[in-house]
Every structure is written in structure tokens, then in C-alpha cells.
């Protein structure tokens, strides 16, 4: 998967809007503010995605491509390569896990008012 195949994706979710809040490399994607992925545009090898943490440790296992989001808390983000052998199919199933992820955190009534747009399969 590219990058522009990728911000396709994230953006293609329901209330998904990107933005560069640290500097001019660093894309952020968010869902109502809150951030479920990023991708430094200077290196887009590396692509980085919230996940539950024993899915992360789980996932850094099993496939080499998969680390520990260099900068960011290892428990909750990990990086994946861009370049490996993940399939893209693959790939937009933990785009979708990071963006629910973050759904989750949202408090009910945020929910509750936006629950039709934020249902995600």
C-alpha cells in the first residue's frame, strides 16, 4: 500500500479529516479531533496507528513489519512498513481497528450523537 493509497483509506472513513499538527511533514489523521493515525511524508516507509495493546503486542510478533511507534507510546501506537509484505486488504483492517480504537475512547453522548456516521465494519 502508498501512501496516497493509505490517506485514501483513512480518509474514506466516516468524519475522518487530516492535518499537520507538528510540524510540515507529520500528517495526522483524525476523527472528531482525535488522532487514529500518522505519516511522516519525508518517510513514508514507516506508518503509524493506535491499537489495543494486546492486539500491538500481538501484531509486533507475529509480523516483522510491525513495531513499536518509534516517539509515540508503545503500548497504544505501532508502525508499520509500508514496504513489507503486509497486504493492503490487511493493512486497512488496522486502519479501521485504530480508528474504532479511538471511537471508543469518545465519551457516550459524542457517540450517541454520531452513531450512525461512526459505525465502522
Given at each position: 500500500?502508498?501512501?496516497?493509497?493509505?490517506?485514501?483509506?483513512?480518509?474514506?472513513?466516516?468524519?475522518?479529516?487530516?492535518?499537520?499538527p507538528?510540524?510540515?511533514?507529520?500528517?495526522?489523521?483524525?476523527?472528531?479531533?482525535?488522532?487514529?493515525?500518522?505519516?511522516?511524508?519525508?518517510?513514508?516507509?514507516?506508518?503509524?496507528?493506535?491499537?489495543?495493546?494486546?492486539?500491538?503486542?500481538?501484531?509486533?510478533?507475529?509480523?516483522?513489519?510491525?513495531?513499536?511507534?518509534?516517539?509515540?507510546?508503545?503500548?497504544?501506537?505501532?508502525?508499520?512498513?509500508?514496504?513489507?509484505?503486509?497486504?493492503?486488504?490487511?493493512?486497512?483492517?488496522?486502519?479501521r481497528?485504530?480508528?474504532?480504537?479511538?471511537?471508543?475512547?469518545?465519551?457516550?453522548?459524542?457517540?450517541?450523537?454520531?452513531a450512525?456516521?461512526?459505525?465502522?465494519?
Amino acid at each position: 500500500m502508498d501512501v496516497e493509497s493509505v490517506r485514501d483509506y483513512c480518509l474514506s472513513l466516516p468524519l475522518a479529516t487530516e492535518d499537520f499538527p507538528f510540524d510540515e511533514t507529520i500528517l495526522a489523521f483524525r476523527v472528531l479531533g482525535k488522532i487514529f493515525a500518522m505519516i511522516d511524508l519525508e518517510d513514508t516507509e514507516w506508518f503509524v496507528l493506535k491499537c489495543n495493546p494486546d492486539y500491538a503486542v500481538e501484531l509486533r510478533d507475529r509480523y516483522p513489519e510491525i513495531k513499536g511507534a518509534w516517539h509515540m507510546n508503545k503500548k497504544y501506537w505501532n508502525q508499520l512498513s509500508l514496504s513489507g509484505m503486509l497486504t493492503d486488504r490487511f493493512v486497512e483492517s488496522l486502519i479501521r481497528h485504530s480508528y474504532a480504537e479511538v471511537v471508543k475512547k469518545f465519551p457516550r453522548r459524542l457517540k450517541q450523537e454520531n452513531a450512525v456516521i461512526l459505525a465502522v465494519e
